[in-house]
């Protein structure tokens, strides 16, 4: 038993390899050049300002089997707090949408009802992460609203659904540094461009990793309700900048990264049933960011536990954004994850980050940082 489990072990860290030494050509540096990088983002800011008369219509697409957990949940949740558009969540099927890696909501409309209610189409669509990239009806769905004249904006491997749909031939792009290759071979006519949060190009914008999905809505809102308006929000949310800068070098795979990565995940028999209890009205964002990196350390299942679900049944809560979130039972044998109430809901990541490296070390938080696309927690929260 156990030479099978090292064997699948060696041949998984020689396939990292493998993947890391065909991400590409290495990145050039970042440019130091902040006048280009403000151009940049007045650009992205002008290219996403309404082009309709009155409050424009935003849909966050959704697969109902599984769409990236943030991804989701903080442009919703961002864009809800900042009031600036009417935000609906389509997917395929109303009611239920599981989130990857962690959680569930009950938020959907579907297709057809959505398209009765809006015959011209939505102003701007969000596109996550999908755990199926190529679905028939997401892919139809998005083709259409592309050319009635939505804005796309695809955050993260959402590139990659933004891709099927036909929508990043001959344009510039960026994604989650994982799919740079993928995204090449499958679009010749395409440029990656490196060291940048977000990027847009004939009405399609791409997103790096999780973490630039809220200054890239920061920039949405300020397209929209200007610049004080997302300054109120940054502020609130605990957002220093929603520029585009952004340091791609560090993210990529390696040996080191590989082997570690794998290696604890072979440590089956440390797994742990994490809970989260909730309330009605907790934050959306601080709930997601934790779920959401928690769960890829590899050594825990996370869920929401709520003092509304009884001990045979799930319950659900409603979010600050108003989506209704499902909720488990609570275990007795579950490890309680704590969220930060003194901190800003994005400053709940880095809270997190310190707890992991506290609990799991420094190796399967710097893993979760490459997995979410993240240069690092502050240490000021580290050390609070």
Same mark, same amino acid.
């Given at each position: ?74 442009? $919703? ?40 209610? $809006?015959? +011209? ?35 993260? +491997? ?36 490196? $060291? ?78 994490? =809970? ?22 590899? $050594? ?46 994005? =400053? ?21 940082? =490459? ?14």
């Amino acid at each position: 038993m156990w030479r099978a489990v090292w064997a699948l072990i060696g041949a998984s860290i020689a396939a990292f390899a493998l993947a890391g030494c065909g991400a590409g050509a290495p990145l050039p540096p970042a440019p130091a050049d902040t006048s280009a990088r403000e151009r940049e983002q007045q650009a992205f800011v002008e290219a996403l300002k309404p082009r309709r008369a009155g409050r424009p219509v935003i849909a966050v697409l959704a697969l109902n089997e599984g769409t990236e957990t943030t991804d989701l949940l903080l442009p $919703h949740a961002v864009l809800q707090r900042a009031d600036v558009a009417d935000v609906r969540i389509v997917a395929p099927k109303s009611g239920r949408v599981t989130l990857y890696p962690a959680l569930q909501v009950d938020a959907a409309q579907d297709f057809a009802s959505f398209d009765r209610a $809006h015959p +011209s189409g939505p102003d701007y669509v969000i596109v996550p992460a999908m755990i199926v990239e190529d679905d028939p009806a997401v892919t139809a769905w998005l083709k259409q609203q592309a050319a009635r004249g939505a804005r796309v904006i695809g955050v993260c +491997s959402g590139a990659l659904v933004v891709g099927h749909a036909g929508l990043l031939d001959g344009r510039r792009f960026t994604g989650h540094w994982y799919d740079r290759k993928t995204l090449l071979k499958r679009h010749p006519g395409a440029t990656h461009v490196p $060291h940048q949060r977000y990027v847009i190009d004939r009405d399609v914008a791409t997103t790096t990793g999780i973490t630039a999905s809220v200054p890239t809505m920061l920039a949405l809102v300020e397209a929209i309700g200007g610049p004080e308006n997302a300054k109120s929000i940054a502020n609130e949310l605990g957002v220093a900048s929603w520029s585009p800068e952004h340091d791609s070098a560090p993210f990529g795979l390696n040996m080191k990264r590989g082997s570690s990565y794998l290696l604890n995940k072979a440590a089956f028999w440390r797994g742990e049933q994490g =809970q989260i209890d909730v309330q009605t009205g907790i934050d959306d964002i601080a709930l997601a960011l934790a779920a959401d990196a928690w769960t890829r350390t590899g $050594h825990m299942k996370v869920d929401a536990a709520s003092a509304s679900a009884s001990a045979s049944a799930s319950g659900s809560v409603t979010l600050r954004s108003g989506l209704v979130l499902i909720t488990q039972p609570a275990r007795e044998k579950s490890t309680r994850l704590l969220l930060t109430s003194s901190l800003k809901p994005v =400053q709940q990541l880095d809270r997190t980050l310190c707890e992991i490296a506290a609990r799991h070390g420094e190796a399967r938080r710097d893993w979760v940082m =490459q997995e979410m696309e993240y240069p690092g927690p502050a240490a000021a929260i580290c050390a609070s």
